[in-house]
């Protein structure tokens, strides 16, 4: 299970989140779909219930939905974002 940093803070809206880490002083904007990703892992979602979640809200293939989600994610821990 991913765990969101705990110097995190993030607003999530209708075009997407802004996500802001204090303890780098660096500011990311996300897309839905990224904000989608990060607002399941705030909450303790597994990664295969977020590429069921994505696959079944934004209509791609189960597959496409589970390989980008998973990439996300490792993007997000190589950028700090994930403890």
């Known amino acids: 299970m991913h765990k969101v940093s705990d110097s ?3 607003t999530h ?3 997407g989140a ?3 880490d204090i303890a780098q002083g660096k500011i990311y904007r996300l897309n839905r779909v990224g904000s989608r990703v990060l607002e399941s892992l705030e909450t ?3 990664e295969s219930e ?3 979640r994505i696959s079944r809200e934004f209509g791609v293939s189960h597959d496409i939905a ?3 989600t998973h990439e996300f994610i490792q993007q997000l821990q190589r950028t700090g974002l994930l403890g």
């Open 44 to 46: 303790g979602t597994s």
């Open 50 to 52: 977020i590429a069921d």
């Open 66 to 68: 589970e390989n980008h």
């Open 8 to 10: 995190i803070r993030s």
């Open 13 to 15: 809206g209708q075009d």
């Open 18 to 20: 802004i996500v802001l």
